[in-house]
Nanobody, 124 residues
Framework: QLQLVESGGGLVQPGGSLRLSCAASGFPLDYYAIGWFRQAPGKEREGVSFISSSGGATNYVNSVKQRFTISRDNAKNTVYLQMDSLNPEDTAVYYC?????????????????WGQGTQVTVSS
């Protein structure tokens, strides 16, 4: 069974950067499309960024375009989310999720496996 572990969250000042990692074990990650989701207190879960199993196709929610970059290294069984120009509205728990498919989907319900989440707090 695929297991996902996120890391890289923390406290950062507005305008700063963080790189989240999603490390997989139990099965080769290159069979899975990956999504990064986030949930802020009192808000619905939101899909942030997605990447196909090969890494050839990516997608971003409008609010993070030009600031976040998703990538993957299938040899390392790891997916990354580089987050730049962070602002307080990016504060949330960030989750990675895997779907056994070549292309991504923006619906969280379509994903089969989820990590435990990593907290990102943007504050001065």
């Amino acid at each position: 069974q695929l297991q996902l572990v996120e890391s890289g969250g923390g406290l950062v000042q507005p305008g700063g950067s963080l790189r989240l990692s999603c490390a997989a074990s139990g099965f080769p990650l290159d069979y899975y499309a990956i999504g990064w989701f986030r949930q802020a207190p009192g808000k619905e879960r939101e899909g942030v960024s997605f990447i196909s199993s090969s890494g050839g196709a990516t997608n971003y929610v409008n609010s993070v375009k030009q600031r976040f970059t998703i990538s993957r290294d299938n040899a390392k069984n790891t997916v990354y989310l580089q987050m730049d120009s962070l602002n307080p509205e990016d504060t949330a728990v960030y989750y990675c999720a895997a779907m056994f498919a070549s292309n991504w989907c923006t619906l969280g319900a379509s994903y089969d496996y989820w990590g435990q989440g990593t907290q990102v707090t943007v504050s001065s």
